[in-house]
């Protein structure tokens, strides 16, 4: 397809940090890239050959130097990229900490789900443009001027949404961000596809170097950092002499400097930045564009193919064995009393495992049957999603009057450490399994694919154990006659009443165990039905489609 360049790079979020706030695992799925450098390198031959012209002039000047003002560039808007993501993932710590129900928080996890599906949309973003103005341009340009203005907005109405009498606004602050969210993953496949005309063939490796480290950055900034500076207790201690009662920055603030960030920067690369200097590169855009129809014509034609579609199916149902222990178990701990922002600094010493471990497990997945790292990797993360609940409930019983002690974020630590272990031992295979039996006629748009419904793997199981923590949850009342806890309702009256609800089984462990269960049912009936999929024929993967 002449335009899969499109649709070939990666999921953002779901590009998060390791997060040891413990986020749904989709949420971090922001992390993962789809395509690596070399996947990026063979979907750009095409596009690059029609540009060979432009292409001699920059090679005059050899190496990175005569292109460094693009690679910047591409770095600065995939930091801007990560901003909303990291500000998205903070949210939930929050809301926690304001008590909201778990069912709110379930609701809240959709903003997690665009940078998913952004597959469903990518072939229009490559198709409609006004070519005058540029390709990319026609959709980064307004994308980041709406992700200002709702910033914008966001700063001026966050803290009576967060604050109101009833509680947090969750659903209006879903909404915002599902559309900063939405936004961020529309500029993320403008973003990709320039990147790919904007450097040379020799420089272009760069450009997924640019997007896994600007993203980062930018979910830094918007999650850890700004968890750190809002954080009255972080910030006395570490921060001043002499004590405050709030953060050195607030949410309102720090929405609205990023907001006129995104205003200025977009402005001046609308001005400045011309994306299309020369007739020959207006020609082949123009090639490009054929085919909006035939892409999704040949994503079905993918999907209905016997081999991907059970394979599809188990992609869809693995991660539910993790899903209690990778999206509630961040939220209980800051429940038992550990701060937010000391959970997201925890991230920072996780980012040299998460560099080292891809490099580590690659050369065990580099041979005929990568799955099997991921079916032997499968069991030992259900081990870690029991030790997770374990350590919920043994945090309460640790914290002491000026906190938690320094032993007790050494074996957080550790735990988590163990657990991106068995994480990137899992996704590493899969991703390479994905790279072996894709399509090379069409690997862009195959390989998207499989790393699209990957990812939904990990959305849909986070938002529903998000969404069962309160039904499975038994509560009673203590201190007030004939008054029960079933419902807000009743609660309300329980300590009308001079009662209190007291919570006699709390759904997070029953959904512990119940996930492991899951998990080990599937591990033993249909992880090698998985396993066995390495012994299909390469024709099996072949997608037969009229040209």
């Given at each position: 397809?002449?335009?899969?360049?499109l649709?070939?790079?990666k999921n953002?979020?779901?590009?998060?940090?390791?997060g040891?706030?413990?986020?749904?695992?989709?949420?971090?799925?922001?992390?993962?890239?789809?395509?690596?450098s070399?996947?990026v390198?063979?979907?750009?031959?095409?596009?690059?050959?029609g540009?060979d012209?432009?292409?001699?002039?920059r090679?005059?000047?050899?190496?990175?130097?005569?292109e460094?003002?693009?690679v910047?560039?591409?770095?600065?808007?995939?930091?801007?990229?990560?901003?909303?993501?990291?500000l998205a993932g903070s949210?939930?710590?929050?809301?926690?900490?304001q008590?909201v129900s778990?069912?709110?928080q379930a609701?809240?996890?959709?903003v997690?789900?665009?940078?998913s599906l952004?597959?469903?949309?990518a072939?229009?973003?490559?198709?409609?443009y006004?070519?005058?103005?540029?390709?990319?341009?026609?959709?980064?340009v307004p994308?980041?001027?709406l992700?200002?203005?709702?910033m914008l907005?966001?700063?001026?109405t966050?803290?009576?949404?967060l604050?109101?009498?009833?509680?947090p606004?969750?659903?209006?602050?879903?909404?915002?961000?599902?559309?900063?969210a939405?936004?961020a993953?529309?500029?993320?496949?403008?973003?990709d596809?320039?990147?790919?005309t904007?450097?040379s063939?020799?420089n272009?490796?760069?450009?997924?170097?640019?997007?896994?480290v600007?993203?980062?950055a930018?979910?830094?900034?918007?999650?850890?950092?700004?968890?750190?500076?809002?954080?009255?207790?972080?910030c006395n201690?570490?921060?001043r002499?002499?004590?405050?009662d709030?953060?050195?920055?607030?949410?309102?603030?720090?929405?609205?400097?990023?907001?006129?960030?995104f205003?200025?920067?977009?402005?001046?690369v609308?001005?400045?930045?011309?994306?299309?200097?020369?007739?020959?590169?207006?020609?082949?855009?123009?090639?490009?564009?054929?085919g909006v129809m035939?892409?999704?014509?040949?994503l079905?034609?993918?999907?209905?193919?016997?081999?991907v579609?059970t394979f599809?199916?188990l992609?869809?149902?693995?991660?539910?064995?993790f899903?209690a222990?990778?999206s509630?178990?961040?939220?209980?701990?800051?429940e038992?009393?550990?701060?937010?922002?000391q959970l997201?600094?925890?991230?920072?010493p996780?980012?040299?495992?998460?560099?080292?471990?891809?490099?580590?497990?690659s050369?065990?997945t580099?041979?005929?049957?990568?799955?099997?790292?991921f079916?032997?990797a499968f069991?030992?993360?259900l081990?870690?999603g029991?030790?997770y609940a374990?350590l919920?409930w043994?945090?309460p019983s640790?914290?002491q009057e000026?906190g938690?002690?320094?032993?007790y974020?050494?074996?957080?630590?550790?735990?988590?450490?163990?657990?991106?272990v068995?994480?990137?031992?899992?996704?590493v295979?899969c991703?390479?399994?994905h790279?072996?039996?894709s399509?090379?006629?069409?690997?862009g748009?195959?390989?998207?694919?499989?790393?699209?419904?990957?990812?939904?793997g990990g959305?849909?199981?986070?938002?529903?154990?998000?969404?069962?923590?309160?039904p499975?949850?038994s509560?009673?009342?203590q201190?007030?006659?004939?008054?029960s806890?079933?419902?807000?309702?009743?609660?309300?009256?329980?300590?009308?009443?001079g009662?209190?609800?007291v919570?006699?089984?709390?759904?997070?462990?029953v959904?512990?165990?119940?996930?492991v269960v899951i998990?080990?049912?599937?591990?033993?009936?249909?992880?090698?039905?998985?396993?066995?999929?390495?012994?299909q024929?390469p024709a099996a993967?072949r997608?037969?489609?009229?040209?």
């Amino acid at each position: 397809m002449e335009h899969s360049d499109l649709i070939t790079h990666k999921n953002g979020r779901q590009r998060k940090l390791a997060g040891a706030t413990l986020q749904p695992e989709n949420a971090r799925d922001m992390d993962r890239g789809e395509t690596s450098s070399s996947d990026v390198e063979e979907e750009t031959e095409g596009v690059i050959r029609g540009l060979d012209s432009e292409d001699r002039r920059r090679r005059v000047q050899p190496g990175i130097r005569g292109e460094l003002a693009n690679v910047l560039l591409l770095l600065f808007l995939y930091v801007l990229q990560g901003i909303p993501l990291g500000l998205a993932g903070s949210i939930p710590l929050i809301l926690q900490s304001q008590k909201v129900s778990y069912k709110d928080q379930a609701f809240f996890s959709f903003v997690f789900w665009p940078f998913s599906l952004k597959l469903l949309w990518a072939p229009l973003v490559d198709a409609l443009y006004f070519s005058r103005f540029g390709r990319r341009k026609s959709w980064l340009v307004p994308t980041q001027y709406l992700l200002g203005l709702f910033m914008l907005y966001l700063s001026v109405t966050v803290d009576s949404l967060l604050q109101s009498e009833g509680g947090p606004e969750v659903a209006t602050l879903t909404a915002v961000f599902f559309m900063l969210a939405f936004l961020a993953a529309t500029q993320d496949i403008a973003v990709d596809g320039w990147a790919l005309t904007m450097l040379s063939r020799e420089n272009v490796g760069y450009a997924s170097t640019c997007n896994s480290v600007g993203q980062t950055a930018g979910y830094f900034l918007g999650n850890v950092l700004f968890l750190a500076l809002e954080s009255a207790d972080f910030c006395n201690k570490y921060l001043r002499v002499e004590p405050k009662d709030t953060g050195i920055v607030t949410l309102s603030d720090f929405l609205f400097f990023w907001g006129v960030v995104f205003l200025v920067s977009t402005t001046l690369v609308a001005i400045i930045k011309r994306e299309n200097q020369h007739s020959k590169g207006k020609r082949r855009v123009h090639e490009e564009t054929q085919g909006v129809m035939e892409t999704y014509k040949l994503l079905f034609s993918i999907i209905k193919m016997p081999t991907v579609f059970t394979f599809c199916v188990l992609l869809l149902t693995a991660k539910v064995g993790f899903s209690a222990a990778d999206s509630v178990t961040g939220l209980k701990l800051v429940e038992a009393g550990v701060p937010k922002e000391q959970l997201a600094l925890l991230a920072v010493p996780m980012v040299p495992l998460q560099i080292l471990l891809p490099l580590i497990i690659s050369k065990y997945t580099a041979g005929p049957r990568p799955l099997d790292v991921f079916y032997k990797a499968f069991p030992f993360r259900l081990l870690i999603g029991l030790e997770y609940a374990l350590l919920v409930w043994w945090t309460p019983s640790v914290k002491q009057e000026g906190g938690f002690p320094v032993y007790y974020y050494a074996i957080v630590l550790l735990s988590y450490a163990l657990h991106q272990v068995a994480l990137y031992s899992m996704y590493v295979a899969c991703m390479a399994f994905h790279a072996k039996v894709s399509d090379p006629l069409i690997g862009g748009t195959y390989m998207t694919l499989l790393n699209t419904v990957t990812n939904l793997g990990g959305n849909w199981p986070s938002t529903v154990a998000l969404w069962m923590v309160d039904p499975l949850t038994s509560k009673e009342c203590q201190g007030a006659v004939g008054q029960s806890c079933g419902s807000p309702e009743e609660s309300g009256l329980c300590v009308k009443e001079g009662g209190a609800c007291v919570t006699t089984l709390d759904g997070y462990y029953v959904e512990s165990v119940v996930c492991v269960v899951i998990g080990v049912t599937w591990w033993v009936w249909l992880g090698k039905k998985m396993r066995r999929l390495q012994e299909q024929s390469p024709a099996a993967w072949r997608c037969r489609i009229d040209q």
